[in-house]
């Protein structure tokens, strides 16, 4: 009777300390979700803002293009106009005011450009960090709910 009650004290003690740790485990569990659903969040955001990057300087890259192509449109007519009129000094000084304005807007648009190129590199360094630890996140959960189904079994056979 005696061996009975103290099998059956360290049985409880044992109960006990399963029954706390698997409260531990669902405390960790829950706070992995969470993370889990931040980063989720956080790469949605990341994804909006690199799209958003993307389609600016797609923009940014058409105006350029547009833009070179008036340039070579205004050089081609301000040459008719020259030779037709024959007043060549003065549309020349013209010309040069429109073309370095236009190669001014040309590398203004380059350099914003540029640097959506360079956000778009770092939104995508970004994204491959929070991926990469959105994977760490997720083997960690798993780890944790297999550990919780090890304890949950452990206490059913108990």
Not at 44 to 53: F, Q, R, T
Not at 109 to 129: F, G, H, P, W, Y
């Amino acid at each position: 009777m005696k061996v009975f009650e103290e099998t059956s004290y360290k049985e409880q003690e044992k109960s006990e300390q399963l029954e706390a740790e698997l409260g531990q485990l669902k405390t960790a569990h829950h706070e992995l979700e969470e993370k889990y659903a931040d980063a989720n969040r956080k790469i949605k955001m990341l994804e909006d803002d690199l799209s958003k990057a993307e389609s600016k300087c797609d923009e940014l890259e058409s105006k350029t293009k547009e833009l070179e192509i008036e340039l070579t449109n205004l050089n081609n007519n301000c040459k008719k106009y020259e030779a037709e009129q024959g007043l060549q000094y003065e549309r020349e000084e013209k010309l040069d005011t429109t073309i370095k304005s236009l190669e001014s807007e040309k590398s203004e648009l380059s350099i914003t450009a540029e640097n959506a190129q360079r956000e778009i590199q770092v939104l995508m360094d970004n994204i491959a960090k929070l991926e990469s630890d959105l994977e760490k996140e997720q083997e960690a959960h798993n780890a944790t709910k297999d550990e919780l189904a090890a304890v949950n079994a452990e206490i059913d056979d108990i």
